[in-house]
DNA sequence: GCAAGTAGTTGCATAATAAGCAACAACTAG
DNA sequence: CTAGTTGTTGCTTATTATGCAACTACTTGC
């Protein structure tokens, strides 16, 4: 089937502001390789809805709240967010800790809902962030869904090291998810940022499928032995019954 | 200025399915007057960045997760949001309730941050839901920020009620939003659903226009006096932080 | 303060694409 | 099993998207 060039191109424009925060139309155009004065008639259809808008006149553009609507949307509707959503917030309140709700989405984690304990340290909101599979226990967890041919082609290339915990081999990572399959949950210690651990399980779909994964997460000094046995259980529930929720039978 | 139509029928597409959750091809294609293979090509470069899924092979549309990778991107970038964020957890933690930040968006309150203390009642989750500004206390104080014409603009055509409690007068809106110029801040009780209270303050930019509304929402057998007068001294303080750092001076 | 350069916008002509049509495969309903 | 409907796709052409040139507005350097 094909596309339309002009849509495409006008999403492009949504991804490059997506990943530079703010381009200006020349800049743009040299990127996508067209005349300035088509960019500037895409950006146009596109700030017509708030897509984009620009800083000042005349100035630079940037993605503007309009996105939001259509994610609201998007969130309101995943039927994984609205079974877990209750779960998601007796967990946090039962662990003190964050807890996130992740999928798969082109070779990354993509976190769409993020619960707090207030007593939780961290304040940074995930949703909506597309995080490195090989260095995060949800990532894991999502790769754990997958054969070991599906693990090695979307990891394809060189794993980057965030910090000197990263497992960075292919084949350790492959050998680290036969473990994930067999235990049903896995602790990641500081592999994303020193001082960040997380214990994530697998939600399956009514097929048993792996369709996202569930965490709780804290600074690693809060993350004992004992809380990652307490958590590790509380969290394997919850992503269970999200799961039975979903349809998910499990007939052992 | 001129916009590209075939982009402007995507992004109509991208707002009937965010509006009717899922629709077929040729649904769509009734709706935009278009050709149904029109449609189909539309939707293909839509689906291709994940803005859009099918639910089954040959079956109906619906927003994709791709939304949720912009929407990201979108709250990273929003100063307000960001500036916020902190201010909005410890006031979650002071108050043991919700705290949403909302923006002006087409005649709506959009959410678009959310908090909530461990012990909050409710799960729903607001962000990028566009809610009636007549019958919240976010949305007061986003009218409040408006001159009474401008206020008049938007509240055009009758006010739908809600609850019982519901003020659906223009005239009684746009006495009340002196008050909330006033006062600084605002208090609904019961307008949107019954037994859910907020109390909400505005966010000012570096010009002092009204720019984003906080609030403390929660049930409203706990907003009592007490809790008004604590939240919403507090909530202030919060509110003024946030203009502050976006460069607001308060000169008196 | 002025000149030169750059960025974004817009009218117009035309090159290129988006769109409609027809036909098809797949599915659903009776 | 048949008729009807939906979504898809090859092909043609009607229509639009695009590039160009010229413009306004702004920035930078002297």
Chains 1, 2 share one sequence.
């Not at 609205?82 to 070779?107: D, F, H, K, M």
């Not at 769409?112 to 597309?130: F, K, P």
């Not at 929720?245 to 052992?252: M, Q, S, Y």
Request: hydrophobic residues 45%; contains cysteine; charged residues 25%.
């Amino acid at each position: 089937m094909g596309t339309v060039q002009s849509v495409d191109r006008a999403l492009q424009i949504l991804e490059i502001l997506a990943r530079d925060g703010e381009r200006g139309v020349t800049e743009i155009a040299g990127q996508l390789d067209v005349h300035k004065s088509t960019v500037s008639r895409l950006i146009d259809s596109l700030a017509e809805r708030d897509l984009v808008e620009q800083n000042e006149s005349r100035g630079k553009y940037r993605l503007g709240v309009g996105i939001l609507r259509l994610a609201g949307a998007t969130t309101a509707r995943l039927d994984v967010v609205q079974e877990a959503r209750s779960l998601s917030r007796s967990l946090a309140a039962a662990t003190g800790e964050t807890v996130n709700l992740a999928v798969l989405s082109e070779g990354a984690a993509l976190y769409v809902d993020q619960v707090e304990a207030t007593s939780a340290v961290q304040s940074h909101n995930w949703v909506g962030q597309r995080i490195p599979l090989h260095a995060t226990s949800n990532g894991k967890v999502l790769l754990a869904g997958m054969s070991d041919d599906e693990v090695r082609a979307v990891l394809a290339g060189e794993l980057p090291a965030y910090t000197t915990r990263t497992v960075t081999d292919v084949g350790e990572v492959v050998a680290q998810l036969a473990g994930v399959r067999h235990d049903g949950y896995v602790v990641v210690v500081d592999e994303l940022e020193h001082g960040l651990s997380a214990v994530a399980a697998p939600v399956r779909n009514i097929h048993g499928d792996v369709i996202a994964s569930m965490s709780v997460s804290g600074p690693t000094f809060r993350f004992t032995a004992e809380l990652v046995d307490r958590a590790g259980a509380e969290l394997v529930r919850c992503a269970l019954e999200v799961s039975r929720r979903l349809g998910w039978r499990d007939l052992t």
